[in-house]
């Protein structure tokens, strides 16, 4: 494997390549005209792309585009065609998390806290999608976020640009899901390395080393899920983490619980109790669930 220096070193130059907004006008322009991904794109000409990008001295343009070919673009006997570094680039961003920032003022959402019951509000700032609750402490206590906070989920600023809070709402804890139990299969679904799983800490133990996670959830009998390559972390429900897979997904089924919000609302209001290094949640109507380390879930 490559030092840290010499990968560090290639990106850089890969960085570079992109500081050009005819590079990245001829990377959108070949995203569109080719239009579908991978091996089944089609080719664009050279006049082509020439002509959409809107430059017209043809050395200033062989220029630009020899730049990007090889490592960004491919080109073919009929004509260039983006390679998936390329596509990768516009796909990033098109999400909007590179350069824009905007902001949607708290508004309320169809949804009850799952703490005192109240109505819940959504608003997007920095990045993320938080859901709050005015009435009380919510969930997550620290000097960075709003009180009564009660999911904070990073969520690119193209999912609140021309789409509604309520929909950006419900999409965005619906996504969480798709990553949580990703990470709860064991790998992470944004570099494809393994990831430990850690349930909370005994009482009276420390809560790990690296000082992330538990000590600001006000919530007892969550799961830290950490990706050993990209860093990637998060804190989840267990029983969310998990609830494609029997006995949860069956039980979801049957009592009508529907993904995305009310689904977590509904795991983060049953009691918790730690049995040995084991964790059992109880529903309302008496059932017991135990989850083990591995993150196994059986019914009791
Ligand atoms: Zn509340
Ligand atoms: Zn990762």
Request: aromatic share 8%; proline share 11%; hydrophobic share 5%.
């Given at each position: 494997m490559d030092s840290i220096a010499a990968v560090r070193s290639r990106d850089a130059i890969a960085f570079s390549v992109l500081d050009s907004e005819v590079r990245l006008g001829i990377l959108d322009s070949l995203y569109d005209l080719t239009v579908?991904?991978?091996?089944l794109a089609g080719n664009a000409a050279y006049s082509t792309i020439k002509a959409d990008v809107g430059v017209e001295d043809s050395g200033r343009f062989s220029y630009h585009l020899d730049k990007l070919t090889d490592q960004f673009v491919t080109k073919t006997e009929s004509g260039y065609r983006l390679a998936e570094p390329g596509r990768e680039v516009v796909r990033l961003r098109r999400t909007g998390v590179l350069t824009e920032d905007p902001t949607v003022e708290a508004e309320p959402v169809d949804g009850e806290c799952y703490r005192c019951g109240g109505g819940i509000q959504a608003f997007y700032r920095r990045g993320y999608l938080v859901t709050r609750c005015p009435e009380c402490i919510g969930l997550i206590d620290h000097e960075l976020v709003a009180e009564g906070t009660l999911a904070s989920v990073s969520y690119p600023p193209s999912g609140v640009t021309g789409i509604d809070i309520e929909t950006a709402f419900d999409r965005s804890h619906r996504r969480s899901a798709h990553t949580f139990r990703a990470m709860a299969d064991g790998?992470?679904?944004?570099?494809?390395h393994d990831v430990t799983t850690t349930l909370p800490p005994a009482k009276?133990?420390?809560?790990?080393?690296?000082?992330?996670g538990f000590r600001h959830v006000?919530?007892?009998?969550m799961v830290r899920f950490a990706c050993?390559?990209?860093?990637r972390r998060h804190i989840s429900h267990p029983l969310y983490a998990t609830d494609d897979r029997d006995p949860m997904a069956r039980f979801f089924a049957r009592n009508g619980i529907e993904p995305g919000w009310e689904r977590v609302a509904a795991v983060m209001s049953w009691p918790v109790t730690a049995v040995g290094s084991d964790l059992v949640f109880e529903t309302p109507d008496g059932i017991r669930f135990r989850v083990d380390e591995g993150l196994d879930v059986s019914r009791e």
């Open positions: 579908a991904s991978g091996p790998f992470c679904p944004n570099c494809g009276g133990e420390e809560p790990g080393d690296d000082g992330y006000n919530h007892d009998g050993d390559h990209c860093g």
